[in-house]
């Protein structure tokens, strides 16, 4: 069985640009969530999809933001990046909202110049 | 204070040695506690998942939860230069808005052959 799959692994963006991170959960798993992590903070939740509906949300600002498709997949955008945003982004699956546990991918690693 | 605290390490142990890990935290709420297992350049990979308090084991790997105490703990006995990893501590509420996890910081955990 396939686990999560995050796409791209590494990136690289300019401040004040925008991206967006992609992440295919586990066949059958419905339930989707984004986490950032760094040295400092460590593991912090962003937000929770579960049909095509956020659930949850952390505290971060509103340059954060996602969606979900019919099909569970989902993408995080963040745009006028800031140096801060450098981090790993991880997406983490469950079976359903509030599901435990949660199984992750390997992550997007975002560097910003 | 923070919501989940976890020794910040490192930890440097000889190899079959008997490690002991531990999180406390401050909310009563939580009723999920997982061991998550993070390589370099990878995503955290979960060891050991537990409901309400108690013990469970799965091999070399034993994770305790004490409610009462607000206490958890992951032991690994006859430690392996394969175990050297960030161990991070993880918990949550559960059910419908209450999914995110609350992570602790991670202890580096280096097994000398």
């Known amino acids: 069985k396939a686990g999560v799959t995050q796409t791209p692994r590494y990136l690289i963006k300019t401040r004040g640009q925008q991206v967006t991170l992609s992440c295919s959960p586990i066949?059958?798993?419905?339930?989707v969530s984004w986490y950032q992590q760094t040295p400092g903070q460590g593991l912090q939740f962003l937000f929770e999809y579960f049909s095509e509906t956020q659930r949850n949300k952390g505290n971060f600002p509103g340059r954060f933001s996602g969606r979900q498709f019919s099909n569970s997949r989902s993408e995080m955008n963040v745009s006028t990046l800031e140096l801060g945003d450098s981090a790993l982004y991880l997406c983490?699956?469950?079976?359903?909202?509030?599901?435990?546990?949660?199984?992750f991918g390997d992550g997007t690693r975002l560097s910003i110049l | 204070q923070k919501e989940v605290e976890q020794d910040p390490g490192p930890l440097s142990v000889p190899e079959g040695a008997i490690v002991s890990l531990n999180c406390t935290y401050s909310?009563?709420?939580?009723?999920?506690f997982m061991w998550y297992r993070q390589y370099s350049r990878k995503g955290p990979e979960l060891l050991m998942y537990?409901?309400?308090?108690g013990n469970k084991e799965d091999g070399r790997f034993t994770a305790q939860v004490d409610k009462s105490s607000k206490y958890i703990s992951l032991f690994i006995r006859d430690s392996q230069p394969s175990d050297s990893a960030t161990y991070l501590c993880a918990m949550s509420r559960g059910g419908g808005a209450n999914s995110k996890l609350t992570f602790g910081k991670g202890i580096t955990l280096s097994v000398r052959p």
């Open positions: 909310n009563s709420a939580f009723q999920y």
């Open positions: 983490a699956s469950s079976s359903g909202p509030g599901n435990q546990p949660q199984h």
């Open positions: 066949s059958g798993h419905r339930s």
């Open positions: 537990t409901y309400s308090s």
